[in-house]
């Protein structure tokens, strides 16, 4: 009856209306899969591309603190040739300006030879080694360095992240007072600075880590520390 009733409206006989409805069905199927009308955070994912696994090693006990960070990403369209890398170094106390951030390229990418670095954003663009086409994946590696930083290390997704695995190197020399991971947490939570129930004891080699899945945008995960 619907049919009918639509091809009366439309002036076409009821074979010619389906016809029209199975089109339009298979172009908003194709939109879907495109991603191209999706939201993910504050990205559309659309625009490209998510996150399938981060791997990130966060050494604190030699020299400046480095973050070595591996993305293996998901292009969500035909031809994405880039990528933004962006995260956030807070000062030790939050209250005074934080140290300027590098950026290195290990593998997988090139980079811009200088990365914007607002207040305590730090953001630079990542040209991949080659186009992808779309459901492909692809691995890249990035350092970044910097003099100091927060007592925390967390993911706070604003696109797409499917895992996340996150390992803190300390001093075996200078291991915290207590340490806790932070899962779907909110990010006041941060600030807060309170143990959470999952408490993580350093190994020998002064290393914690955790494994983080089903990462909702605008929550934190990660560690985080007390001296």
């Known amino acids: ?16 209306a389906r016809r029209h409805v199975d089109a339009a069905l298979a172009r908003l199927a194709k939109v879907v899969t495109d991603g191209g009308w999706a ?90 080694s080659r186009d992808l086409r779309r459901a492909e994946r692809h691995t890249y590696g ?9 007592s925390h290390f967390v993911c706070v997704p604003l696109r797409k992240h499917k895992s996340f695995d996150l390992t803190v190197r300390f001093d075996p020399g200078r291991r915290p007072a207590a340490a806790w991971v932070l899962d779907h947490a909110r990010t006041r939570a941060i600030d807060e600075h309170r143990p959470t129930p999952a408490l993580l004891e350093p190994d020998r080699a002064g290393e914690v880590r955790w494994s983080f899945g089903r990462l909702k945008n605008g929550l934190a995960y990660g560690i985080q520390w007390r001296w």
């Open 142 to 150: 990035v350092v970044i360095t910097s003099e100091a930083m927060a």
């Open 39 to 128: 939201r993910d955070g504050d990205v559309h994912v659309g625009s490209g591309w998510y996150v399938d696994h981060l791997d990130v090693v966060l050494r604190l006990d030699n020299g400046p603190v480095r973050s070595i960070e591996r993305r293996t990403i998901v292009a969500t369209r035909n031809g994405l040739d880039r990528v933004v890398n962006s995260v956030d170094v807070l000062p030790p106390d939050r209250d005074g300006t934080p140290s300027p951030a590098r950026m290195e390229v290990m593998f997988g990418a090139m980079a811009d030879p200088v990365g914007a670095m607002t207040g305590h954003h730090f953001e630079s663009q990542i040209l991949l």
């Open 1 to 16: 009856m619907r049919m009918r009733g639509l091809a009366e409206l439309a002036k076409h006989d009821e074979r010619t």
